[in-house]
């Protein structure tokens, strides 16, 4: 859910999922790239990057581009020619690991599971005897459905777990260490509450060791992009690309914000906004889509009743009310909507402010 303010474009006064503060540090003067302030701040980032990921790895970055950006990074520094990767799919991102992971050559196993239902543990590590990669979506934003990353890692074997945790980060837990995650990816736009723009990533020293030596892609080469954060892991810090400063200086914001409140704090603020939104929305007599105790509290889906059109509800209540709801993804288009409370507005007003302009809407629809 996204409240719109037409004259100031994406972060208007109302709820928005970016946090204030992340939006303020948009308008900061820019440092340069090469800054020893800028530099500065992007170690403290790749720190606290650290903490919301649940990891020591000292491979842990904003990569300079979107979610799907860490997608590609994850699959091009890991898997080579022929390695067999099994993807569980439950969901549009799944599939779209399925096309990142055959581009890179891999034999591919999808694993197929009805939407709106979690990962099967058992059928994925079943797939295959000895694949080289596993991969899995965490938070599926197009379901609204949570999988048990813990359990894929203690099922791998010696298979490296790659994880999208796009929709997670910063908004349910994420163990990496503890869970056996040895490469992940996310996005800055979903809980974390920055503007899109950064790929925040981890890779263990154990997939870092089986890494692909000259990847396809000369820009996510994560051999490379070591030197562009310096730090420990690499020879000291080197030109790779120019930092996209304002959005490093965002995340940096954004993740201050989060760690301040705490992260168990944030936790329970998109816990209590995801059961008012759901336990709301089947009062109102919706039905949710996801499967009942696996779903998020960040991205609810629920059915569009028979009698209204999926579309003429979502532009009333963009018109009416500033308020902008997703449609379904895939085949569910204009069957499912899909409601995000993240980050700023993962709050108990904000769901009552969806519940109440949704209920105003249907009226109106059903007139
Ligand atoms: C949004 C999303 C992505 C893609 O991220 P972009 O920033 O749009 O490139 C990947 N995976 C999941 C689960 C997502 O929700």
């Not at 948009?26 to 650290?50: E, K, N, S, V, Y």
């Not at 791998?156 to 790659?162: E, M, N, R, V």
């Not at 080469?221 to 030109?239: E, M, N, Q």
Request: proline share 5%; net charge negative; charged share 20%.
């Amino acid at each position: 859910m996204q409240r719109v303010n037409r004259d100031r474009h994406l972060f208007g006064p109302g709820p928005s999922n970016a946090y204030p503060e992340a939006t303020a540090a948009l308008g900061l003067p820019l440092l340069g790239h090469l800054d020893p302030d800028f530099l500065t701040i992007m170690d403290q980032t790749c720190a606290m990057l650290r903490e919301v990921w649940g990891t020591t790895n000292t491979r842990t970055l904003p990569i300079s581009a979107t979610g799907s950006a860490g997608m590609e990074a994850a699959f091009v520094n890991v898997v080579h020619p022929g390695d067999v990767v099994v993807v569980a799919v439950n969901g549009l991102f799944g599939q779209r690991m399925c096309d990142v992971a055959s581009r890179c050559g891999a034999e591919v196993v999808a694993v197929e599971h009805d939407w709106g239902q979690p990962v099967d543990v058992e059928r994925v590590v079943a797939a295959h005897p000895a694949p080289a990669v596993i991969a899995a979506v965490h938070a599926e934003t197009s379901t609204g459905v949570v999988s048990d990353i813990a359990a894929l890692g203690v099922a791998k074997g010696d298979a490296l777990l790659l994880v999208d945790a796009v929709t997670s980060l910063g908004g349910i837990e994420v163990s990496a260490d503890e869970w056996g995650v040895d490469i992940g990816y996310a996005g800055t736009q979903k809980c974390l509450g920055v503007a899109p723009g950064l790929a925040p990533f981890t890779i263990n020293e154990r997939a870092f060791g089986r890494r692909v030596e000259k990847p396809q892609s000369w820009y996510l080469d994560l051999g490379l992009l070591g030197g562009y954060v310096g730090g420990a892991s690499g020879p000291g810090r080197t030109y790779h690309h120019t930092a996209p400063v304002a959005m490093v200086a965002s995340l940096h914001a954004g993740l201050r914000r989060i760690l301040d409140e705490g992260l168990e704090q944030v936790f329970a603020r998109h816990e209590e906004a995801g059961r008012i939104l759901q336990d709301g929305l089947e009062e109102l007599g919706l039905e949710l889509f996801a499967a009942k105790g696996h779903r998020l509290p960040e991205l609810t889906t629920v059915k569009v009743p028979d009698d209204v059109d999926s579309a003429a509800v979502r532009r009333y209540l963009l018109e009416r009310h500033g308020l902008e709801i997703g449609g379904g993804a895939g085949a569910y288009a204009a069957t499912v909507w899909r409601i995000g409370l993240m980050g700023h507005n993962a709050r108990p007003d904000a769901a009552l402010l969806v519940l109440a302009c949704l209920e105003d809407a249907l009226a109106h629809v059903r007139g």
